[in-house]
């Protein structure tokens, strides 16, 4: 788990993370979440959903690659669905965050927050 | 990752899910076209009635008959380009899609209520005049839920307009300046805020 890993590492360097209390929210980092683009775009779809491919491309920044990747891992945890359909004639892909990937967000922000102490 | 990095890219998400959450509203144009149509058809709904215009008041059907195709293809073609808009399926965005498409169908049944009366021959032409005083009542309804959910202040400022003017209509129940009153209410209570809607949305890309 590279992510928690580093987390772990780091935090311990600012904080000297000593209570187990602690350490135990660092295992509850989503790591399917963290990262800064999978982050982005959980964060933009609790609170747009759906949103459309062209809609994360243009929030995000991110390359349509990129994108593509990212959704990929997080539709494979069931955090997200993406649907592809038509508007109009034109091809679109929706992609709808799911209430397994809701509730996800919502411990991952618990956890970063106990983590940073914030 | 340094804290430093996290720290960053939780600020990033943070920034992402404020630009949804504070998706500007979508549908001022959808708004702004029902508005000018409305206003217009109130018009000359008056001006038939009154006798201003030289219609015969028969020729009413034909009039709301031509605003409800108007209205219905030009929402169908808006709708298009608003579906596709950024921030379109935020929660201020979908609860205002919902009330609207709700007050349209309280209007369509009342609407239709009216026509069977008549067609039982149990009403009379003017159970017409309630569809413009339960209209701004609905309108106020509406802007007072959107501006709850959207925290649009002035929202609040077009439902209490909207249930003045469903107040002021009443008196003029079964009287021709009813629709007059309608119409110029109609461009406080729907032109305006939708220009303001249209102008935040320009505002916030």
């Given amino acids: 788990m590279p992510a928690n890993k580093d987390v772990q ?3 311990g360097e600012g904080s000297v993370m000593q209570s187990n209390e602690v350490q135990s ?3 509850d980092i989503d790591e399917v979440i963290h990262g800064r683009l999978r982050l982005g775009i959980m964060a933009y779809l ?73 | ?54 219609i015969e008041p028969q020729y009413l059907w034909a009039l709301w008959i031509g605003f409800s195709a108007l209205g219905g293809f030009g929402s169908a073609i808006l709708g298009k380009k608003i579906a596709t808009k950024p921030g379109v399926q935020s929660m201020a965005n979908r609860v205002e899609h919902a009330v ?6 309280m209007l369509a ?26 209209g701004f009542a609905g309108q106020g309804l509406a802007y007072g839920v959107t501006a709850k959910i959207s925290h649009h202040k002035w929202l609040a400022w077009a439902s209490g307009a909207a249930f003045l003017a469903s107040m002021m209509c009443l008196p003029a129940f079964g009287q021709p300046v009813l ?18 809607t249209i102008g935040f949305e320009h505002a916030s890309q």
């Avoid at chain 2, 609207?100 to 169908?105: A, E, P, V, Y």
């Fill in chain 1, 25 to 27: 929210n660092v295992g």
């Fill in chain 2, 109 to 134: 049944c009342l609407w239709v209520g009216i026509v069977i009366s008549m067609l039982l021959g149990m009403g009379s032409v003017a159970l017409f005049d309630l569809v413009p005083i339960v």
């Fill in chain 1, 46 to 118: 609790s609170a747009v959903n759906p949103a459309s491919f062209p809609e994360l491309l243009a929030k995000t920044g991110s390359s349509n690659g990129n994108l593509s990747t990212h959704l990929s891992k997080l539709e494979a945890a069931g955090y997200v669905r993406q649907e592809k359909g038509y508007a109009g004639k034109r091809p679109q892909t929706l992609v709808h965050l799911t209430v397994p990937g809701r509730r996800a967000w919502i411990t991952y922000l618990e956890a970063m927050k106990e983590l940073l102490g914030s």
């Fill in chain 2, 1 to 54: 990752m340094t804290n430093q990095q996290t720290l960053d890219d939780l600020n990033y998400a943070t920034a992402l899910a404020k630009s949804g959450s504070e998706a500007p509203l979508v549908g001022g144009p959808v708004g702004l076209m029902w508005g000018i149509l409305i206003s217009v058809t109130l018009l000359a709904h008056w001006g038939i009635v009154s006798g201003t215009l030289a």
């Fill in chain 2, 100 to 105: 609207w498409s709700m007050f349209t169908l």
């Fill in chain 2, 179 to 196: 629709y007059l009153i309608a119409a110029i209410a109609t461009v406080f209570t729907v032109v305006v805020p939708s220009l303001k």
């Fill in chain 1, 9 to 11: 590492t780091n935090v």
